[in-house]
């Protein structure tokens, strides 16, 4: 006689690193038992006629309950962000343990650590954020820190919490010896500071100026620099949020060289241009982002890095202010465009917005949606469990009705932003119910999950190293 498993899902299309399914999903324990096979007995079963079952998604780029570095905290705790991240079909997250002026490392994750066991309602990973390597007992921290499965790390060459070059190769060289990605926010200091500098003394201080404040050359200088470090050193790296042809065109080429070089964009690139920022007043400061949108040929190029495989992944880069005094307004009514915080919400966005374009618009499909929202981070970051319906992995899931349509209000989040950055848009597809370990999140618009529900996920490898080739080179 067949044991009785938890739950089977049946009549959907079942989306597979392999091919779409057409068959039975089983789960038990929190785990996938069996794709495409027929169940026998379950305590459960779930009748999903024309839906379609995705992976959960895995978002590896979102500010949570943190500070930024223009000293101000984002909207969201724990509790609020992976509310939100849930209700758009989000399972996994990875934000950041982001080190303050003269803090240790083990006193900063300790720090966020215990913020994200209080709250996180979805399973989380962190990255650590790098900012001061002269602190006691750097180097020894960030070995034992990596050696306990907290594998990423996150660097800027901007803002005022840079490290230089060479501090920045010194911290590759540790992330080597250690088995850590390093993940970097590539714009050129200088070039930024100059463009800033010059619109400023210009009388160009609005938020449609943010765009021209931060060139595109700054971003391709400063991946062109960290494409070589990496190349240099053979350390794996992420650049984050690329938004320029010509970021996609320099992570190409280094690729080509065997370079170990991976790289991410967000929605608001591939789907907004600076032209967002031109509202009245202030208006335009709720898109205000850094890279800032770009242009028409820039999305274009994007999605073709995208679904060749030269931009590996899309994660939300969630970083939430309020459109008040405590978060874009901070500094007053009139502020000048360096005064306002840089980020907009995403974590509840990004699966619908990609939905919409990828598997509706049929820019991809299916199977490109699945690996660049859950399978490729997953896979590159160290989540053996997740990222894709396969037996033994968790039950992480969502079951899309891919024929509903919404279109986005003006703050019909979940998050603590107040406001959507895409009201008005409607996307097709939604997800009717999002599943954790196997556990119900959200279904049929409604949150189930309680504070505390996530875990955190240890990473005890990456799946991003280089790999030798015939030559003796290395390959990503």
């Given at each position: ?5 938890d ?9 597979t ?21 027929p169940v ?14 995705m ?16 000293g ?12 939100s991240?849930?209700m758009?079909?989000t ?7 982001a080190?303050?002026?003269?803090q ?5 994750l ?8 209080r709250?996180?309602?979805?399973d989380?990973?962190?990255h ?8 006691p007992n750097?180097?020894y ?5 990596i ?8 660097v ?9 070059d ?26 930024i ?23 595109r ?21 992420m ?7 010509e970021?996609v065109?320099?992570?190409r080429?280094a690729?080509?060289?065997?370079a170990?070089?991976w ?31 770009r242009?028409?040929a820039d ?12 931009v ?14 405590s ?14 915080a840089?980020?907009?919400?995403g ?10 374009a990828?598997v ?7 199977r490109?949606?699945?690996e ?11 989540f ?11 039950a ?29 848009r ?11 370990r ?39």
């Open positions: 006689m067949s044991r009785e498993i739950l089977v899902i049946r009549q959907a299309q079942i989306v690193p392999d091919g779409i399914i057409e068959g039975e999903l089983g789960i038990d324990d929190g785990a996938i038992t069996s794709v495409g096979i026998k007995q379950a305590r459960r079963v779930i009748e999903a006629p024309g839906r379609m079952i992976p959960g998604g895995v978002d590896v780029h979102a500010h949570i309950e943190q500070m930024s570095g223009m101000q905290w984002n909207a969201d705790t724990f509790e609020t962000a992976t509310r991240a849930a758009g079909g399972t996994s997250v990875i934000s950041f343990a080190q303050a002026a003269e240790t490392l083990a006193e900063t300790t720090d966020y650590a215990a913020r994200a066991a709250g996180a309602m979805i989380y990973a962190f650590l954020t790098l900012t001061d390597i002269t602190v750097f180097e921290d960030l070995a034992a820190l050696g306990t499965g907290h594998r990423s790390l996150k800027f060459t901007t803002y005022n919490i840079q490290l230089a060479a501090e920045i190769l010194s911290v590759m060289d540790q992330a080597r010896a250690a088995g850590a990605l390093v993940c970097v926010h590539a714009e050129n200091d200088a070039i500071a100059r463009a800033r500098a010059d619109l400023l003394a210009a009388g160009h201080r609005a938020p449609r100026d943010h765009a021209r404040s931060r060139p050359m700054a971003e391709i200088e400063a991946i062109e620099r960290i494409c070589r470090f990496a190349e240099y050193l053979d350390q794996p790296v650049i984050f949020h690329v938004s320029t042809a970021g065109d320099a992570i080429a690729k080509a060289r065997g170990p070089v790289c991410e964009t967000c929605p608001h690139y591939l789907l907004m241009t600076e032209d967002v920022l031109d509202k009245p007043g202030l208006e335009g400061a709720k898109w205000m982002c850094s890279p800032p949108q242009t028409q999305q274009d190029a994007l999605w073709a890095g995208l679904l060749e495989g030269t590996s992944l899309v994660s939300s880069d969630h970083a939430p202010y309020r459109f008040d005094e978060g874009k307004l901070a500094a007053g009514a009139n502020p000048d465009f360096p005064q306002i840089n980020g907009l919400p974590l509840e966005t990004r699966l619908p917005l990609l939905f919409d990828m509706a618009g049929g820019r991809g499909g299916p490109a949606f699945a660049a929202t859950a399978q490729a981070p997953a896979r590159l970051y160290g053996k469990d997740k990222g894709a319906l396969v037996p033994g992995k968790h992480d899931l969502v079951i899309w009705n891919p024929t509903v349509e919404r279109t986005y209000a003006a703050n019909d989040l979940h998050d603590n932003v107040g406001y959507n950055p895409w009201a008005g409607t996307v097709r597809g939604w997800p009717e119910q999002v599943m954790l196997g556990e119900t999140l959200v279904e049929n618009g409604k949150f189930l999950a309680q504070p505390g529900n996530g875990r955190w996920l240890d990473r005890p490898d990456l799946g991003c190293q280089p790999v030798a080739t015939a030559n003796g080179g290395t390959a990503p």
